[in-house]
């Protein structure tokens, strides 16, 4: 295997709360095109942060590495959230962005980035290499060349480690990127991000199609679902989420007259467990140990830090 390794330096003047730790390793089994090194071994400890952005996506990631601390931010919200997403950041003591994840190119995903590039010093951007004809996606792509920021197209099988955290990727399939005018749904960047046995999925917007890719894939145990396309019901597919079998669902979604969440979609998470939504609950944070996890949503009941016997997923 040959092993290739990106990192990056210091931040761009956001100050010194927390610090960062350089760039993560992207590593693939043998005989793919690009490789890196191993997974973390978990163990540690993780803090996310479900952003109440309205309707998008965003979660902030705070994970222990060594002496610092490793930050990833899954997803920006829509362009009117950016100044919450940079503040949130702030508030959790981050000065480095380790990896920004942009799961696939909708606005509603990736208003945010340039905020977080503009504000933070980001060492490597991840997205599934998809295109979309849009001025937000154009802003991004162009402000990710102007800072020479690593950029990544991760598919499914590759892993990487996030301080100890170990990341796996389920989608989206090799060579299945979308090009502009298509559904970039069926080319989310699909992942998994574990601490021991504590596992947070995170899904973008994956169609129904990608979902029934993924039901030939190991699924890591899945405690908290970040469920696909704002609790849409056209991205709901019953086999998929009977796989993964979450312990806890959270649904990103704000005022909207699409009808997100649908109501089966609710009842159907909810015969797995708890589930939360930005709309109702504001903020919602999750504390992952290895053997403990627990999530307190802004507002609202939360589920207190409690042993784990085990996890969903297979």
């Not at 959230?81 to 190119?105: I, Q, W």
Request: aromatic share 6%; proline share 6%; net charge negative.
């Amino acid at each position: 295997m040959i092993v290739a390794t990106l990192s990056g330096c210091t931040s761009a003047g956001t100050g010194n709360q927390a610090r960062s730790v350089p760039g993560p390793v992207i590593s693939r089994p043998a005989g793919s095109a690009t490789t890196g090194a191993a997974t973390g071994s978990g163990g540690g400890q993780l803090e996310a942060k479900f952003v109440n952005v309205g309707q998008g996506d965003c979660c902030e990631i705070k994970v222990r590495d060594g002496a610092g601390y490793f930050f990833a931010v899954i997803d920006t919200g829509p362009r009117d959230a950016a100044n919450t997403v940079v503040s949130e950041l702030k508030k959790m003591g981050c000065s480095t962005v380790n990896v920004l994840v942009l799961s696939h190119p909708d606005a509603d995903h990736t208003g945010g980035a340039t905020a977080v590039m503009e504000n933070f010093k980001v060492l490597q951007e991840w997205d599934p290499g998809s295109s979309k004809n849009t001025a937000t996606w154009k802003q991004t792509q162009d402000m990710i060349k102007a800072k020479a920021i690593p950029r990544v197209n991760p598919v499914t099988g590759d892993t990487a480690s996030w301080g100890q955290a170990s990341v796996d990727v389920l989608g989206p399939a090799p060579g299945t990127a979308r090009k502009a005018g298509s559904d970039v749904n069926d080319a989310c960047l699909v992942m998994s991000v574990s601490v021991g046995r504590d596992g947070i999925l995170f899904t973008g917007d994956a169609g129904v199609n990608e979902q029934a890719r993924m039901m030939n894939e190991t699924i890591p145990p899945v405690e908290v679902y970040k469920v696909p396309h704002h609790g849409g019901k056209s991205c709901y597919y019953a086999p998929f989420l009977s796989k993964v079998a979450p312990e806890m669902s959270v649904i990103d979604v704000g005022v909207n007259t699409y009808g997100h969440p649908s109501p089966e979609v609710v009842s159907a998470l909810s015969a797995y467990g708890a589930v939360y939504e930005t709309k109702v609950n504001g903020d919602i944070d999750v504390e992952e140990t290895g053997t403990t996890i627990g999530i307190t949503p802004q507002s609202g009941a939360g589920r207190e830090l409690q042993p784990k016997p085990g996890g969903g997923g297979g």
